[in-house]
């Protein structure tokens, strides 16, 4: 038998000649969270004034909106999001599923028997900065204004 063989691990955790390696719930919820942020189209949520003023104070959770369970060595992930206003919400859940899934595979090793999108909300944020902008375009005096001199 060799010394470098690596044994089933039990709730996140692997064996090896060395010791162990355990993976908490709360990493693999920040690799999630991360890898979320890469999908185009998801909105973050709106946030509370005080849950806002504790992220100003660098309190912030990356793993907010991640529910993982973790059994064996397999991994269920659930992530509640808002998305962008306009985008196609079926198109956006399984490219999150994927960039989500092989994410957590590849830096933790564990297998990602599902990953859940629950759809909490649409955040109208970017159409209102994108109507805003063309209103501001429309608005906008093309023309120089002179300085009213005064002669006494």
Request: hydrophobic content about 35%; glycine content about 6%; charged content about 30%.
């Amino acid at each position: 038998m060799s010394d470098n063989k690596v044994q089933e691990p039990v709730s996140g955790a692997t064996e090896t000649a060395y010791g162990s390696i355990h993976i908490s719930e709360e990493a693999v919820a920040t690799i999630v969270r991360m890898a979320a942020d890469r999908v185009e189209g998801i909105a973050h949520a709106p946030t509370s004034m005080a849950s806002g003023f504790t992220e100003k104070l660098g309190k912030k959770n990356p793993a907010k909106g991640v529910k993982v369970e973790l059994e064996a060595h397999e991994v269920q992930i659930a992530l509640y999001i808002y998305v962008d206003y306009g985008v196609k919400i079926p198109k956006l859940a399984m490219e999150l599923q994927k960039e989500v899934r092989q994410s957590v595979q590849m830096m933790t090793g564990l297998t990602v028997k599902e990953v859940n999108i629950y759809v909490q909300g649409v955040s109208f944020e970017k159409e209102h900065e994108r109507e805003s902008q063309e209103y501001n375009k429309e608005t906008a005096v093309t023309e120089p204004v002179e300085d009213e001199e005064t002669e006494v």
